[in-house]
């Protein structure tokens, strides 16, 4: 009997996982936001980037193997 894995627990796991990952690149970009904003910059590059990782998540759903769980990272 082979190994068997479950690829819905999978996904939760992947999830989690880009959560932790994408916190302190969150943080970092407030920063960045709050800076450009004291500074009246323009503040569409960061907002751009924050939606992208707060959407990285939403990558997980479209998976099919876990390879490509694996390859999904916050990371550009």
Do not use: H, Y
């Not at 959407?55 to 479209?62: F, G, L, N, P, R």
């Amino acid at each position: 009997m082979g190994i068997t894995i479950n690829l819905t627990k999978a996904k939760v796991i992947t999830k989690d996982r880009l959560r932790v990952e994408r916190k302190p690149l969150l943080a970092a970009q407030d920063v960045l936001f709050m800076k450009a904003q004291e500074a009246s910059s323009d503040t569409s590059d960061i907002v751009t980037e924050k939606n992208r990782l707060r959407a990285i998540t939403d990558d997980v759903d479209d998976c099919t193997t876990t390879d490509q769980l694996k390859a999904l990272s916050c990371e550009e």
